[in-house]
C-alpha cells in the first residue's frame, strides 16, 4: 500500500515556475514508477510526466517537454515536479501517482495503482 500526498500548488503569472513535490508513504516506494499527472474543468485526466524507479529514465508529455522535469529521492519518498515557464493552458488539478510495474513511455491512467488526492495549479495570464 503506497499513500500519495502531494503539495506545493497555487496561483502563479505566466511566465511564472512552481514546484509540486508528492510524498509518499510506504516502505516500498523505490519500486514504484512514479508520474505526474493533471486534469483541467470538463476535461480528462491527461499524462504529464513518469520516472522510473531508479530515476535513470524520464517521460514527458510533449506540451511539457523542455519546461517541466520531474525528480525523485528514494531516500525521501518524494517525487518532485519543477514547472517553468507556465502557461494559461497548464492550469489544473495536478495528481501524484505510482505504478508498480515498469512500463516504457507514458502511464496510462488505467494503469496508476495509487493516486494522490490532486493539487491546484492555476496560471493566470
Known amino acids: 500500500q503506497v499513500q500519495l500526498v502531494e503539495s506545493g500548488g497555487g496561483l502563479v503569472q505566466a511566465g511564472g515556475s512552481l514546484r509540486l513535490s508528492c510524498a509518499a508513504s510506504g516502505r516500498t516506494f523505490s519500486r514504484y514508477a512514479m508520474g505526474w499527472f493533471r486534469q483541467a474543468p470538463g476535461k480528462e485526466r491527461e499524462f504529464v510526466a513518469r520516472?522510473?524507479?531508479?530515476?535513470?529514465?524520464?517521460y514527458y508529455e510533449d506540451s511539457v517537454k523542455g519546461r517541466f522535469t520531474i525528480s525523485r529521492d528514494n531516500a525521501k519518498n518524494t517525487v518532485d515536479l519543477q514547472m517553468n515557464s507556465l502557461k494559461p493552458e497548464d492550469t489544473a488539478v495536478y495528481y501524484c501517482a505510482a505504478r508498480l510495474l515498469p512500463i516504457p513511455g507514458p502511464i496510462p491512467s488505467g494503469l496508476v495503482d495509487y493516486w494522490g488526492q490532486g493539487t491546484q495549479v492555476t496560471v493566470s495570464s
Open positions: 520516472i522510473s524507479w531508479s530515476g535513470s529514465s524520464t
